[in-house]
T-cell receptor, first 114, second 114 residues
């Protein structure tokens, strides 16, 4: 079955620290990849997406992610986190021919200490 | 541009009852997907509707059903409610014609079963 695995359940960082959240998926075909963020009390928002082309994609608020096909990975990075990045982050995959079906990872809760 | 609107925001029901949740997509969006979010299972895909037709379906029992109207608004129905149906139900919409379109989420309906 298709699945998405996020490596960390809860990450605690100090401001200005670098962030990398791991995400691996299991699906052999073409995929579309996403990172969504849920700030406290808000709805899920799209952080960035990969459909094709350059495997290094840039999103909002200084986030970026790299698609490594050989590793079935789509890790999220940010060079320097801020307190306002405190949120829950979800990696999600859409199998290539099922655009309306997102398969989510379990989520990673990020706490940034000021 | 208004976002995805879900009503009601909160619902309390008892076991055995049925419930209908509503979702109004972003104007111009023709695809609506539904997800269930629980602490234990995370975000799970229920189904997707596009142009009034179910296009994708997750692994939920037949008690969970949905429909989409000609104006793209969608409803989700759960019959014979069980305690385990307590969850946050999220609706997401996308343009839908090209499957490579990100989904935009509403705030959700929190359903509590007593």
């Amino acid at each position: 079955a298709q699945s998405v695995s996020q490596h960390n359940h809860h990450v605690i960082l100090s401001e200005a620290a670098s962030l990398e959240l791991g995400c691996n998926y299991s699906y052999g075909g073409t995929v579309n990849l996403f990172w969504y963020v849920q700030y406290p009390g808000q709805h899920l928002q799209l952080l960035l997406k990969y459909f094709s082309g350059d495997p290094l994609v840039k999103g909002i608020k200084g986030f970026e992610a790299e698609f490594i096909k050989s590793k079935f990975s789509f890790n999220l990075r940010k060079p320097s986190v801020q307190w306002s990045d405190t949120a829950e982050y979800f990696c999600a995959v859409t199998p290539g021919n099922q655009g309306g079906k997102l398969i989510f990872g379990q989520g990673t809760e990020l706490s940034v200490k000021p | 541009k208004a976002g995805v609107t879900q009503t009601p925001r909160y619902l309390i029901k008892t076991r055995g009852q049925q419930v209908t949740l509503s979702c109004s997509p972003i104007s111009g969006h023709r695809s609506v997907s539904w997800y269930q979010q629980t602490p234990g299972q995370g975000l799970q895909f229920l189904f997707e509707y596009f142009s009034e037709t179910q296009r994708n379906k997750g692994n939920f029992p037949g008690r969970f059903s949905g429909r989409q109207f000609s104006n793209s608004r969608s409803e989700m129905n759960v019959s014979t409610l069980e305690l385990g149906d307590s969850a946050l139900y999220l609706c997401a919409s996308s343009l839908g014609g090209d499957r490579n379109q990100p989904q935009h989420f509403g705030d959700g309906t929190r359903l509590s079963i007593l």
